[in-house]
């Protein structure tokens, strides 16, 4: 059975096969996330990020959807990385079903990657503003569906949370989920 953890901490250190990026549709680096993973994992990943622009995705990553390059000097085998969505009220079921995307399509590729263990940082919390306690049950329920339809292919997939609030938020989440770690 497949762990769902939860760990305050820097989702550059974390020892997984799998590290997801909250990337921003250039796949070249920005803040936040996806900033991070760049400046440590080095030129490694923005140059597979670089290929993927000149071949697949000239126009970006869509919003939802998930793709992986090496992790270059990161503690990892993959990043996968993805876009979620920015929050914003007037279509708020649209982009809750993107942000559930994000978690679906990175889970899927890991295991087609060979995935044992996956590291999830709070998908759009940060500059796109969504709010934590939504985006933990999205990113929460989304898991626990895909789960579902492979199980025993994962061992653990890990929620790295900066900031002892987003931790405790999520935490919150799961118990309100019924989830247990």
Known sequence: M?????????ITEQQVDVVVNAANTSLLGGGGVDGAIHRKG???ILAACRELRASHYGKGLPV???V????GRLPAR????TVGPVHRAEDYEERAGLLASCHR????LAVELGARTVAFPAISTGVYQWPVEDAARIALTAVAEVLEEAPGELEEVRFVLFGRAA???FEQVRSALGQRS
Not at 2 to 10: K, P
Not at 68 to 71: H, I, K, L, N, S
């Open 78 to 81: 993959w990043v996968v990385h």
């Open 68 to 71: 992986a390059t090496t992790a």
């Open 64 to 66: 939802g959807r998930a």
């Open 2 to 10: 497949t762990q769902i953890t939860l760990v305050e901490g820097d």
């Open 167 to 169: 931790y405790e938020t």
């Open 42 to 44: 080095g030129p490694e």
């Open 105 to 108: 399509e990175s889970l899927r």
